[in-house]
T-cell receptor, first 110, second 112 residues
């Protein structure tokens, strides 16, 4: 069974700090990796794709470690608006689309 | 911009009622999905479709059926709603040549 595991948190972080969280996946045949952001009572929205070489989008950096089968997300200079649940998502190795982690809840405190 | 709409944001139904949840896209994407999301359980796949009139069961299809008569519309049907089907229902679409999924705003269904 394909699994994606995340620490549910919550992570309570002061504004301006750097925060990082990881997720692990079980299916070594996985091909694509994503981080989605979900605000309370809203739908998940794509934050960024995760590439083997790592990628950066402003204050957000995502890394993939295929050997250890984990994905990380780093948020620098955190803002109050970064408070959300972050879903780790893995695709490939099957015909039924994506496998979602249960999410990591992040709270940025003033 | 990807546009996915769902027929209702909030819905309240009674046990035993037949419930239709509609999902409509304007992106001409082939693949459409229905998930439910519950606290502590995350997103779980109910059904998906890769083409018109085609459907595949996901992880939790029991108590649900789907219909895809047109490419842009994917309907989820609860034949006889039960209280354990109270949940947030999310529709997603995906272009055939990528893995990225885009979600509709969700329908929060309460079954009394």
């Amino acid at each position: 069974r394909k699994e994606v595991e995340q620490d549910p948190g919550p992570f309570n972080v002061p504004e301006g700090a750097t925060v990082a969280f990881n997720c692990t996946y079980s299916n070594s045949a996985s091909q694509s990796f994503f981080w989605y952001r979900q605000d309370c009572r809203k739908e998940p929205k794509l934050l960024m794709s995760v590439y083997s070489s790592g990628n950066e989008d402003g204050r957000f950096t995502a890394q993939l470690n295929r050997a250890s089968q984990y994905i990380s997300l780093l948020i620098r200079d955190s803002k109050l608006s970064d408070s959300a649940t972050y879903l780790c998502v893995v695709a490939g190795g099957g015909a039924d689309g994506l496998t979602f982690g249960k999410g990591t809840h992040l709270i940025i405190q003033p | 911009d990807v546009k996915v709409t769902q027929s209702s944001r909030y819905l309240v139904k009674r046990t035993g009622e037949k419930v239709f949840l509609e999902c409509v896209q304007d992106m001409d994407h082939e693949n459409m999905f229905w998930y439910r999301q519950d606290p502590g359980l995350g997103l779980r796949l109910i059904y998906f479709s890769y083409d018109v009139k085609m459907k595949e069961k996901g992880d939790i299809p029991e108590g649900y059926s789907v219909s895809r008569e047109k490419k842009e519309r994917f309907s989820l049907i609860l034949e006889s709603a039960s209280t354990n089907q109270t949940s947030m229902y999310l529709c997603a679409l995906q272009r055939g040549d990528t893995d990225t999924q885009y979600f509709g705003p969700g329908t929060r269904l309460t079954v009394l």
